[in-house]
């Protein structure tokens, strides 16, 4: 009787043993065959802005390359931030530009730019099944909370044959910390003084609606979409794709040229004409003068490691960023799915900065 | 006055009335609270069978994840990764809620058993967001993101049940199979193991069982442990996904396909929770008709 | 093991060995092992959590209970805007919760027939084990826009108006939907079955005898449990509650998905809120510095010392009831 516990025991114990070291086996397995289906994940996390378009290319490629999986959790611009400082991520997504303190804290970080896309402002509100017409002082109005109420003349002054109700404007913002934050603040510290003086640009900000009991929160991309779905009289910045697959109204805007812009591939295409990539690859193009440029537009990134210690990883990922920036099929998804691609000046220098990442100091693209 | 009629509202006799009636109505109000405590369980079983068959079907159970463009694709394997973080979870606590209610029924008034019986129901009225940063910062800090750290939150969150019953039903054992076993010179960890455990059996059962049935929809202590996936895996070392978090993120997305699936998704965990709680009650119910 | 060799035969070993061989020895350690590790998990996790939240701790001290003011991207941490909103979704949920518990535990433990006892204090127990997140869904899809929405509107249009009734701010507008309030209605259909089923184990811990006392001196069934049973297990019903505010505190995913997520302190139960369960599960992912990290870690601190106090102290409640009637049952949970 005592061996038949013990053995039961040693069976348990053994049991527990191989399942924690079966990943480390079979991945020593892998790496030397390679291309196992599924045998090289990639993880990811961060910007909910160009989640759809991520998850759609990762799907592709993983239809291409079956050895190559990649996850990408979203959660917003300042969750892909700090993950990939903190290594328990293998890239992460941003729109939020990296500070100088995130580079003296991690100089192994590279951001790379790989599409553009509109924040647009959707609404919800009963009685009114078309689009609307906003300029720049109204919105900045709105989120600084002076304008209450849709009846409210500005609204009317600028659409003329739309009947408003007496609805309260509920204003919806991000409650995490969201480079989509931070595109739409640049934009109204641009167009605004009052706003510029008072909550400023950033990934998050203190919202003059929240002491005013109308704000709401809603967390990633999704969620402001979904909470302006949710609530009759809401308005919310959201990316454009969120707005548009999940029938969201949403407004025209005047931009900086005084032109009625719709947030479309065409108009986030006309704001990024000449955009100026600094030397860390970024660029910003809120507002710009370009008559047919949607004001409130920005560039997406993926922020990636200088150097690797996984080359199997390393090498994939530098795959896939190629073939999601220059290969026809990717491209076109992007375009479907309302991303406007890189401009074609930009291309070669982007391409170069990616194919110099490295593993353990050697480089790993071939080409 | 004294009139016949206002002698039914003064007096003795009134004053009875009164109180037959404030019994009346008191008692009826209890049933009243009754049913409409029960009116959200209704609710909310009508509402999940509803809203969540229309996505429900074998596509659904036995695809994964596919980006709505191309029709949203399924949950196998937030299902998959589901059972790996319950089963590993359970693997942890029920030897070790087991042993440690055998110590408690072995030393029920000494300081520490009373001790472990006091940390028992603290740990199971912790916050269960708690117990994710808590397991963060002792295992994802160092490692990232795993299905080992989700499964270690989740056993802290099965232990105080596992404990609790097998010590209940540890106590309901009669003492003279104990003491005759002991009397025929079996050492003590026989005895538990070999004449105590088999009679709690049923105990330990409905414990794990009911245990499962909690953390199966358990989503704030997976949230920085586990994060979640869209992709089927089943390495330990990794983000996994799981059917509460799937839940969660389709409920709080607009899309409206995503939302029919988090209804659906609502039903699979809802169905799993009741028929794991009412075969628990079934068993228990059994058990003590075959024990009379 | 009784060896049925003679004593002078028995080939001589320690004793160390031989306790080791009939195995009680490695048995009770590995019990006591067990057992610690319960008590060690609990003290781990307070001790975990304080060490990690020693940046804002040190930096702030007590003020950081008090600071109105969340802003991260200042590096302003004060976390009164959750503490508060988490008081006001628990205070909302056992306004609602108690009496409409105590109704079910009095009418399961006094009135219902003893058949109908067990079903339906089963189904009300059900209530408990529907997941957060499926009752944050609900809130979202169901409950808000049939109940809360036109609840809302009603006490905003009855007693919201600012100049008919300026003492009375908590139903004051706007109100879209997601709120304090709704919030708090959740919570308290999640915390009903608690506090019934604390309530009705105390109520059925009474002696026979009090009631029977009572009912010879003529009391209705009324009097007789308002009177003389209810006063007999008040300690035991309160400390049901405390678990009751006890489990509210900590619920995350159903009050996450209802609240609204807005860190600023309202006297309006219609405007959203934050609580501090949700705010950890909100904004861990992004808690980029040091500082952000430690303040939600704190937070996190304050929810597990309140929770362990709660719990000692509706322990406490719920065993001295039992102690007064021995062979009933108590300290469930």
């Keep these: 009787m005592r061996s038949r516990t013990l053995f039961l025991t040693n069976l348990l114990a053994l049991a527990l043993i191989v399942s924690a070291c079966a990943p480390a086996v079979t991945s020593a397995s892998q790496s030397r065959s390679g291309d196992a289906p599924g045998s090289v994940k990639l993880n990811a996390s961060g910007a909910t802005f160009p989640q759809p378009l991520y998850e759609d290319w990762a799907f592709a490629y993983n239809q291409l390359d079956p050895s190559v999986e990649i996850n990408y959790a979203g959660g917003g611009s300042g969750q892909g931030i700090k993950d990939i400082k903190a290594g328990t991520v293998d890239f992460a997504g941003s729109d939020a530009l990296l500070k100088d303190s995130d580079y003296s804290e991690a100089p192994n970080l590279q951001m790379i730019p790989t599409v553009a896309g509109a924040v647009a402002l959707a609404f919800n509100v009963k009685g009114i099944t078309t689009s609307i017409t906003l300029d720049a002082e109204t919105v900045a109005q709105i989120y600084l909370g002076k304008i209450e109420k849709w009846s409210d003349p500005a609204l009317a002054k600028l659409n003329p044959g739309v009947s408003f109700p007496d609805t309260p404007i509920n204003v919806v913002h991000r409650s995490d910390g969201s480079g989509t934050t931070n595109i739409f603040t640049l934009y109204l510290s641009a167009v605004s003084l009052e706003w510029k003086q008072g909550p400023g640009a950033g990934t998050a900000v203190d919202w003059p609606v929240d002491k005013l009991g109308r704000g709401q929160g809603g967390k990633g991309n999704p969620g402001v979409a979904a909470a302006i779905q949710n609530t009759n009289g809401a308005i919310g910045y959201v990316e454009l794709a969120y707005a548009k697959t999940n029938n969201i109204l949403y407004a025209k805007m005047i931009n900086a040229a005084g032109k009625t812009v719709e947030a479309s591939i065409p108009s986030t295409v006309a704001a990024i004409q000449d955009a100026r990539f600094d030397d860390k690859l970024t660029a910003v193009i809120v507002n710009r003068q370009e008559p047919a440029a949607w004001p409130i537009a920005g560039f997406t990134y993926l922020i990636v490691n200088k150097d690797y210690k996984d080359c199997k990883k390393a090498s994939k990922l530098v795959g896939f960023i190629n073939w999601a920036l220059t290969n026809p099929g990717a491209v076109d998804r992007a375009s479907k799915l309302l991303y406007a691609p890189l401009p074609k000046e930009a291309q070669p220098k982007v391409l170069e900065t990616v194919n110099k990442i490295t593993c353990d100091g050697k480089p790993v693209a071939t080409k | ?292 | ?333």
């Design chain 3, 1 to 333: 093991m009784i060896s049925t060799q003679p004593r002078a035969t028995r080939p001589a070993s320690s004793p160390v060995v031989r306790a080791l061989q009939h195995g009680d020895i490695p048995y009770r350690g590995v019990i006591a092992l067990s057992a610690l590790a319960i008590l060690g998990l609990v003290v781990g996790v307070g001790v975990m959590l304080w060490i990690y939240s020693e940046p804002t701790r040190v930096a702030a001290g007590w003020s950081f209970v008090v600071e109105t003011e969340w802003n991260p991207v200042g590096e302003v941490f004060g976390a009164a805007p959750f503490i508060l909103g988490t008081l006001n979704t628990s205070l909302v949920a056992l306004i609602v919760a108690f009496p409409l518990g105590l109704g079910v535990a009095i009418f399961l433990a006094e009135l219902c027939p003893i058949r109908l006892r067990a079903l339906l204090g089963f189904m009300v127990e059900l209530l408990a084990a529907i997941p957060s997140v499926v009752y944050g869904a609900w809130g979202i899809f169901v409950f808000i826009p049939a109940f809360v929405q036109p609840l809302g509107d009603f006490l905003m249009n009855k007693f919201g108006n600012p100049s008919r009734f300026p003492f009375l701010p908590i139903f004051q507008g706007p109100f879209f939907g997601a709120s304090t309030l709704a919030a708090g209605l959740i919570l308290a259909v999640m915390i009903l079955p608690t506090i019934s089923a604390i309530s009705r184990d105390v109520l059925l811990a009474v002696p026979r005898a009090q009631r029977e006392a009572a009912l010879a001196l003529g009391s209705t069934r009324w009097e007789t449990i308002w009177q003389v049973v209810l006063p007999y297990g008040l300690s035991g019903i309160l400390g049901g509650i405390i678990l009751g505010l006890g489990r509210a505190l900590g619920e995350t995913m159903a009050v996450t998905m209802v609240i609204g997520n807005v860190s600023q302190i309202s006297a309006s139960l219609l405007s959203p809120g934050y609580s501090m369960a949700s705010v950890i599960a909100n904004e861990w992912g992004e808690s980029r510095t040091p500082m952000y990290a430690s303040a939600l870690i704190e937070i996190g601190l304050l929810l597990f010392v309140t929770s362990l106090l709660l719990n000692i102290v509706a322990r406490l409640l719920v065993w001295s009831v039992s102690r007064r009637n021995p062979d009933a049952g108590g300290g469930r949970a």
């Design chain 2, 1 to 292: 006055m004294n009139t016949p009629a206002a002698r039914r509202w003064t007096g003795a006799a009134a004053r009875e009335r009164k109180r037959r009636l404030v019994n009346i109505l008191m008692l009826g109000l209890t049933g009243l609270a009754t049913l409409l405590a029960l009116v959200p369980l209704a609710w909310i079983l009508a509402e999940v069978v509803a809203r969540g068959s229309s996505a429900l079907n074998v596509e659904f159970l036995t695809q994964t994840f596919k980006p709505t463009s191309l029709g949203g694709g399924g949950i196998w394997h937030a299902i998959v990764g589901t059972a790996i973080l319950v089963g590993l979870a359970s693997l942890l606590a029920v030897p070790i809620g087991i042993l440690a209610a055998f110590y408690v029924v072995a030393h029920p008034n000494s300081a520490m058993g009373l001790a472990v019986r006091f940390g028992t129901d603290v740990l199971s009225g912790l916050p269960s967001i708690v117990v994710g940063l808590f397991i963060y910062t002792v295992l994802v800090i160092e490692r990232g993101y795993s299905a080992w750290a989700g499964s270690l939150a989740l056993a802290i969150l099965m232990l105080p049940v596992v404990t609790r019953t097998t010590e209940e039903m540890l106590k309901l054992t009669p003492q003279s199979l104990r003491e005759a076993s002991l009397g025929l010179g079996a050492p003590e960890w026989k005895t538990t193991f070999s004449v105590m455990l088999p009679a709690a059996l049923t105990g330990v059962v409905t414990g794990l069982m009911l245990a499962v049935a909690r953390v199966s929809g358990e989503t704030a202590p997976l949230l920085f442990t586990a994060l979640g996936s869209n992709n089927l895996s089943v390495a330990l070392d990794k983000p996994m996904a799981s059917l509460p978090l799937t839940l969660f993120k389709y409920a709080v997305d607009p899309s409206k396909t995503r939302n029919a699936q988090a209804w659906a998704i609502a039903l699979v965990i809802v169905a799993l929770v009741l028929f794991l709680n009412i075969g628990a009650r079934l068993i228990a119910m059994w058990r003590s008709r075959m024990m009379r």
